[in-house]
């Protein structure tokens, strides 16, 4: 990589990939890079200078990644031939995302300099969570990703294509219909004595699906991001049901921070 500095953005549900994203910098900036991670959600900063390299960490969701992501990354702005990378994280298959991100970037004029995805535990419908499993994963993934940041540092990081059913895949992604299925199948519900209206979980949501009333009420554009039922303080939401146990790997605090 050339460039001196790094303007990550990354999105995160349930922390997953927040801990690849940092794993990641910490590689980098061992490196001597400059990495600022920012959350992708709050939009895009313009760049620092010309110097300045892209960075993308966002879950695999859908073989894909979440609608409000893809938005993200088709307001970016024309890359000057700036270098740019990929990461994200997931239960176990990707295909409709690292082909399309590159064609994306590519036609933006940003420089591919490298993709990788990292298995983490499956933050969706995790009934059987097992620690130790979960705990494997999340050591592998931090292995590979201090080695992701040495081949981007080295110039030599590989941006893999999909399969043939990549650009199927993809596609379906960005249609919204799927995505309304799945929160349909996976109905979200308030359990209004547990319920603390603290309100944290409209804060996070980032398909602004939830609007605070005396308690949370869900709208119709969920995407199953999983983010407020991980991080509800008493755990009052679910899906209704369902026996949905809790999963974060990061706390609030992180994920929220403003010094990442
Ligand atoms: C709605 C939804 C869809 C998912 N789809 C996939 C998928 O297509 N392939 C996969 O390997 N993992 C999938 N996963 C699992 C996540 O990609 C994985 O657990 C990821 O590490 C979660 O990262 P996060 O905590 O940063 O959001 C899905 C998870 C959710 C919540």
């Not at 895949?169 to 308030?190: D, G, I, N, T």
């Amino acid at each position: 990589m050339k460039e001196t500095s790094v303007d990550f953005y990354f999105f995160s549900g349930t922390g997953n990939t927040l801990l690849a994203a940092r794993a990641v910098t910490r590689g980098l900036r061992e490196g001597g890079k400059d990495v600022r991670l920012r959350r992708l959600e709050k939009g895009f900063v313009p760049f620092r200078d010309g110097d300045t390299a892209l960075g993308i960490a966002v879950t695999v969701a859908m073989f894909s990644t979440y609608p409000f992501a893809w938005d993200f990354l088709e307001s970016l702005p024309d890359g000057e031939g700036r270098g740019a990378f990929l990461i994200s994280t997931m239960g176990g298959a990707s295909g409709g995302l690292r082909p399309a991100v590159k064609k994306l970037l590519v036609s933006k004029h940003y420089t591919p300099l490298g993709a990788r995805d990292f298995v983490m535990p499956s933050n969706y419908n995790n009934i059987t969570i097992s620690l130790e499993k979960n705990r494997e994963k999340t050591e592998r993934m931090e292995k590979n990703a201090a080695a992701f940041a040495d081949a981007l540092l080295e110039g030599n990081a590989p941006w893999k294509g999909g399969n043939v059913l990549s650009p199927l895949l993809y596609r379906l992604s960005r249609r919204q219909w799927p995505w309304k299925l799945m929160s349909r199948k996976f109905h979200l519900e308030v359990d209004r004595a547990k319920c603390i209206k603290c309100g944290k979980c409209a804060r996070l949501c980032p398909a602004k699906n939830i609007r605070m009333e005396e308690y949370p009420e869900f709208l119709d554009r969920c995407v199953s991001c999983q983010r407020c039922i991980a991080f509800c303080p008493p755990a009052a939401i679910g899906v209704q049901g369902k026996n949905y146990q809790q999963y974060r790997s990061v706390e609030y605090g992180e994920l929220v921070s403003e010094n990442l």
